[in-house]
């Protein structure tokens, strides 16, 4: 959600349908897919981290009130560990599976964050790019550049590969590229003909 995009609009989630829009993330795990999903939804955010400083108070607030900025309330919960998981289920009923994978997310941000580029090794920048970190991500949180975290990655071989998702559950065979981008995989599904054609967006 996005309540943002609209002045005056209540910005509290209950069970009734509101909504400014959709996004659609696929990916291999809930933790990519999540990191994906918060970008699409406005270009100012970088992922699964905090975006605003709430204080202690706003901070329990946001965690016991379903807004649409509980996902970023939850984020600072965890990066500043000043709430545990448990709490953090307590306050919001949030089930433990869900919390787990945005620790997940964080767990890999605290091993990065006192690296430096050179000490970037492939395991820890696959393990980024598999929990869904963009290049932006990572150089921000190590202190570095988007094209120096790219170039380091490409040299060490990690990129993304384009799989297909099977659109009639094994019925029939699948026609239709229906395609996604992931780090989790060894090979394309499906190779690029004739160029080919992205088309890219956002609201």
């Known amino acids: 959600w996005d309540m943002t995009k609209f002045q005056g609009v209540a910005t509290n989630i209950g069970s009734a349908m509101k ?3 959709e996004v659609m993330s ?3 795990t809930m933790e990519e897919s ?3 999903a918060i970008r699409m939804v ?3 955010n970088a992922g ?3 975006k605003m400083h709430f204080t202690k108070e706003e901070l329990l607030h946001e965690l016991k009130v379903p807004t649409d900025r509980r996902i970023f309330a939850i984020a600072q919960a965890m990066h500043d560990k000043s709430l545990s998981v448990s709490e953090i289920h307590d306050i919001t009923k949030i089930d ?5 994978r945005c620790e997940a997310i964080v767990k890999t941000y605290d091993l990065m964050k006192n690296k430096t580029l050179d000490q970037l090794d492939h395991a820890l920048l ?7 970190y963009s290049d932006i991500q990572i150089a921000d949180c190590i202190g570095s550049t988007e094209d120096d975290i790219r170039a380091k990655r490409q040299s060490l071989g990690i990129t993304p590969k384009t799989k297909q998702i099977d659109t009639l559950a094994a019925e029939y065979p699948a026609e239709t590229n229906y395609l996604y981008t992931t780090y989790h995989g060894d090979e394309d599904d499906v190779g690029s003909q004739n160029g080919g054609v992205m088309v890219l967006g956002s609201g």
């Open 48 to 50: 699964y981290q905090p």
């Open 34 to 36: 999540l990191q994906k």
């Open 96 to 100: 433990h599976w869900f919390l787990r």
């Open 26 to 28: 696929i990916g291999r």
């Open 19 to 21: 909504s400014v829009g």
């Open 42 to 44: 406005d270009p100012s």
């Open 126 to 132: 696959l393990e980024a790019k598999k929990n869904g």
